[in-house]
């Protein structure tokens, strides 16, 4: 079992930055790939971003790549997501999430609660 704790979001103006924390509990984050998904008002979830178990390995969605950055502390049992030059349009609440395998599209076993992200024009 794995609980997920998101923090870091917030209001933005556009071109600004914002880092996005997830707390994870358990002894065994080390053994779960994490990721970064997000959900603006009358659309699906959609999938952000991922990382393995060291961070060895990262995905990104097409719409973030090149201004979000994944990383992880399993020292601290935390995956980051680093966003910049927000636009408008990455508007949504962001859930952080785990899954213990990283072949094939990510599909969590575990969610977190989300935390608002709010980007002004």
């Known amino acids: 079992q794995v609980q997920l704790a998101e923090s870091g979001g917030g209001l933005v103006q556009a071109g600004d930055s914002l880092r996005l924390s997830c707390a994870a509990s358990?002894?065994?984050?080390?053994?779960?790939?994490m990721g970064w998904f997000r959900q603006a008002p009358g659309k699906e979830r959609e999938f952000v971003s991922a990382?393995?178990?060291?961070?060895?390995?990262?995905n990104y969605a097409d719409y973030v790549k090149g201004r979000f950055t994944i990383a992880r502390d399993n020292a601290k049992n935390t995956v980051y997501l680093q966003m910049n030059n927000l636009k408008p349009e990455d508007t949504a609440v962001y859930y952080c999430?785990?899954?213990?395998?990283?072949?094939?599209?990510?599909?969590?076993?575990?969610w977190g609660q989300g935390t608002q992200v709010t980007v002004s024009s």
């Open positions: 999430a785990a899954r213990r395998d990283w072949d094939g599209p990510f599909r969590p076993e575990y």
């Open positions: 990382i393995s178990y060291t961070g060895g390995r990262t």
């Open positions: 358990g002894r065994t984050f080390s053994t779960y790939c």
